[in-house]
Antibody, heavy 117, light 107 residues
Framework: EVQLVESGGGLVQPGGSLRLSCAAS????????MHWVRQAPGKGLVWVSH???????RYADSVKGRFTISRDNAKNTLFLQINTLRAEDTAVYYC???????????WGQGALVTVSS | DIQMTQSPSTLYASVGDRVTITCRAS??????LAWYQQKPGKAPNLLIY???SLESGVPSRFSGSGSGTEFTLTISSLQPDDFATYYC?????????FGGGTKVEIK
């Protein structure tokens, strides 16, 4: 069974940093492109970033330069380093697996990041 | 960037109703469209990909159609478990983008 489990969320002050992790199991992690998608409270879904098996990355313009996606294929773990946090970054952050075509066939339960002083 | 627009934003329906949700893309995306269901406090769940391909395990009352810029998700006979929010997502090009969501509520 495919499982994705996020961790690392929490309350952070504006300007602070956080690293989210997503532990994957039940599939060959290195073979899949992985994404982060976020959802602000009461709002819709927004794609944030992806990383391919060969470590190539893409970012939404709104997070470029502040967010860094990475992965450790030996530990089956996906990461999202978030720097210079802003109030508008407050959201639940989901990691998601790409079936192969840019859509998401498995999701984690989400990690809540709250940016507030 | 491709903008995705869903309508309606809220839909009131009864158990057994046939329900249709529309999603429009700001430019042609061929058939590169997915649909997700999300319940409160839960992660989204994939229903349909490539506009009309039903994800394994998803009930056959869900169907998708369309191509180019206009797409629909249809629930043939609404069940109590189907009251949720539905999102479309284009998977034609980056940045990937979602519609604003359609909340299906009990009439």
């Amino acid at each position: 069974e495919v499982q994705l489990v996020e961790s690392g969320g929490g309350l952070v002050q504006p300007g602070g940093s956080l690293r989210l992790s997503c532990a994957a199991s039940g599939f060959t992690f290195s073979a899949y492109l992985m994404h982060w998608v976020r959802q602000a409270p009461g709002k819709g879904l927004v794609w944030v970033s992806h990383i391919d098996g060969d470590l190539s990355t893409r970012y939404a313009d709104s997070v470029k330069g502040r967010f860094t996606i990475s992965r450790d294929n030996a530990k089956n773990t996906l990461f999202l380093q978030i720097n210079t946090l802003r109030a508008e970054d407050t959201a639940v952050y989901y990691c998601a697996r790409d079936r192969g075509g840019g859509f998401f066939d498995s999701w984690g339960q989400g990690a809540l990041v709250t940016v507030s002083s | 960037d491709i903008q995705m627009t869903q309508s309606p934003s809220t839909l009131y329906a009864s158990v057994g109703d046939r329900v249709t949700i529309t999603c429009r893309a700001s430019q042609s995306i061929s058939n590169w469209l997915a649909w997700y269901q999300q319940k409160p406090g839960k992660a989204p769940n994939l229903l349909i990909y490539k506009a009309s391909s039903l994800e394994s395990g998803v009930p056959s009352r869900f169907s998708g159609s369309g191509s180019g810029t206009e797409f629909t998700l249809t629930i043939s006979s609404l069940q109590p478990d189907d009251f949720a929010t539905y999102y479309c997502q284009q998977h034609d090009s980056y940045p990937l983008s979602f519609g604003g969501g359609t909340k299906v509520e009990i009439k």
